[in-house]
């Protein structure tokens, strides 16, 4: 891999918004109409750097207003480029997508989009997206540094899975990983001593069956219907997952995936976790001690904060079996080969790429672990978060790529089908595997 691809840009969100990775499937055929459109706005007709720019990503109001800020310092640095953003509030890829394509068959023009791991490969497939390789080697002066703090492995997958002839057409945003939450008081209430990092299956049950025993307090919550969170952190850290390594043949039902289904489905017969499927809020159950832990990414602090359960928190990794696993999904952020404007639009993605613009987002609250690995080990992440936030950055190392196939909204829905009937009991274990294996290989 040359030195371009070993590093790629800055910290944005990751967003909590990962429930279908159903946006390629529905959304990019609609899409190609973006290869020929242009209205002629912004900065002249090759674009000169100047002018408009229309930006589309995928948040809610919450993440829309932490954006807005940070597009605004942007402004405040590059007063003759005006940033129309539009956050586009979606439960999913798929409505994303779709809202994308409906604005763009409506002649609405863009230059920039934010697409996380699930659509990347099958949208820089169709064409849609600027080569970002004579750019990045033209202003190597001003992107190197970046390169040089970003993680290799996370240069390596977006070659693997963002790329399908070798060009660069993402600068990556932040990132997440899974980890747990651990609340202080109900450990210390059970007698349960906080592991310092790692724990195994093993041990987590044992705690489990303690803190239920002496406090009535769950462990954590299980569930289907949200993979990235719920699935794929127990298949990744017994060795399985659902797909291989090429995304093309599914695995849903290896010795590993049952083992993993098996032990959730005894975390709820046991009631060590809410019954699957109910109205247990989370959050509030565990500022009032009635849950021991929360399961989830970066993209959880915000929770924690507003609940002021920061100083009673402490992060460690997920449980493990094989060995250490979680899964981890990227954002990245795209210029459109119709926009009018590209000069300007690498303007704002060179930006991103600065350790000023990573660091001011993530003391904004940005929901992810930012790509430099000099801001995820600085303050500006670390800052107003619980003890062992560094692990979210650190799981990098161990973790994952969200297996992201063309045809995954159609597959995550057979995952969460199969997942939920073995976690609950409405099948054997292995026969609900094997039957959401078998649905999974003839959609692939």
């Known amino acids: 891999m040359d030195q371009k691809h070993r590093t790629i840009a800055p910290a944005l969100d990751r967003r909590s918004l990962l429930r279908s990775g159903a946006y390629a499937a529905l959304a990019v055929p609609a899409l190609g109409a973006l290869a020929s459109c242009g209205d ?58 779709n809202t994308v394509a409906t604005r763009i068959a409506g002649g609405e023009r863009a230059d920039i989009i934010s697409v996380a791991t699930e659509g990347q490969r099958l949208m820089s497939s169709k064409g849609l997206f600027e080569p970002l390789d004579d750019l990045i080697e033209r202003d190597h002066d001003e992107t190197q540094d970046f390169y040089d703090n970003i993680s290799p492995r996370l240069g390596e997958w977006l070659d693997t899975y963002g790329s399908p002839d070798g060009s660069t057409y993402f600068v990556p945003g932040g990132y997440n ?57 127990w298949l990744f850290s017994n060795g399985a997952s659902t797909l291989s390594e090429d995304w093309a043949t599914a695995t849903f039902n290896s010795p590993e995936a049952i ?16 019954q699957p499927g109910g109205e247990f809020d989370g ?56 926009s009018p404007n590209k000069e ?61 196939p063309d045809q995954q909204a159609q597959v995550d829905v057979e995952v969460n089908k199969g997942w939920e009937a073995a976690i609950l009991g409405n099948q054997p274990v292995e026969e609900a595997l094997n039957a959401a294996n078998e649905a999974m290989q003839g959609l692939l």
């Open 40 to 97: 002629g706005g912004g900065g002249g007709e090759a674009g000169d750097g100047t002018g408009e720019l229309k930006l589309l990503y995928m948040g809610d109001a919450t993440q829309q207003e932490t954006f807005q800020t940070l597009f605004d310092s942007f402004q405040e640095s590059h007063p003759d480029i005006t940033v129309n953003a539009s956050g586009i509030a979606s439960g999913d890829w798929a409505t994303f997508g």
């Open 177 to 233: 990983t899974v980890v747990m939450y651990l609340n202080r008081q109900v450990f210390e209430d059970a007698g349960v001593q906080i592991p310092d990092t790692d724990w195994t299956w093993d041990e987590f049950r044992t705690v489990a069956e303690t803190i239920k025993e002496e406090t009535g307090a769950f462990i954590t919550t299980a569930g289907a219907g949200f993979p990235f969170g719920q699935i794929l952190p």
């Open 283 to 338: 959050a509030t159950q565990y500022q009032r001690g009635s849950l021991a832990s929360l399961t989830g990414g970066r993209y959880t602090l915000p929770d924690v904060r507003r609940l002021e359960m920061v100083e009673q928190t402490k992060i460690v990794n997920f449980p493990h079996k094989a060995g250490p696993g979680t899964p981890i999904g990227w954002d990245g952020w795209s210029i459109f080969q119709a």
């Open 344 to 404: 300007a639009a690498w303007t704002f993605l060179k930006w991103l790429m600065t350790i000023e613009a990573s660091e001011y987002y993530a003391e904004q609250g940005g929901t992810n672990v930012p790509v430099r690995e000099d801001v995820a080990s600085s303050e500006a992440f670390l800052g107003n978060a619980p003890e062992g936030t560094e692990l979210i950055a650190t799981a990098i190392e161990f973790a994952t790529p969200v297996p992201s």
């Open 259 to 274: 083992e993993a289904a098996e032990f959730v489905k005894g975390l709820v017969d046991d009631e060590l976790v809410p």
